[in-house]
């Protein structure tokens, strides 16, 4: 497992005042460069840096990365999984 930094949007309309970067943990083999889509987001992302290093949280004022909870402000890292995806196929999860 691995954290990776993603940007909404294209990396070269990017600048570093107009710009969030958010994290996943992920197994998938990406690179930066690499643009990923979700039906979980309007936007496609960007995979802006790849850490090999895996962590847990994410300090949400701070933008900190650590295993250990170390404020309420603390939020689990989502894990993102990098599959293909088939058009003649519905993907759904049990909610309840």
């Not at 690499?34 to 840096?49: G, I």
């Not at 850490?51 to 939020?75: F, M, P, Q, V």
């Amino acid at each position: 497992m691995k954290v990776i930094t993603v940007i909404f949007g294209d990396a070269e309309n990017a600048t570093p005042r107009n710009t969030q970067k958010y994290c996943f943990r992920t197994k998938s083999d990406v690179k930066p460069g690499d643009k990923l889509r979700s039906r979980d987001y309007n936007h496609d992302m960007t995979v802006m840096d790849v850490l090999d290093k895996d962590y847990k949280y994410y300090h949400a004022d701070t933008g900190d990365l650590s295993n250990e909870i170390t404020s309420t402000r603390c939020w689990p890292i989502k894990t993102l999984e990098v599959v293909k995806l088939n058009d003649s196929v519905t993907y759904a999860s049990i909610i309840k």
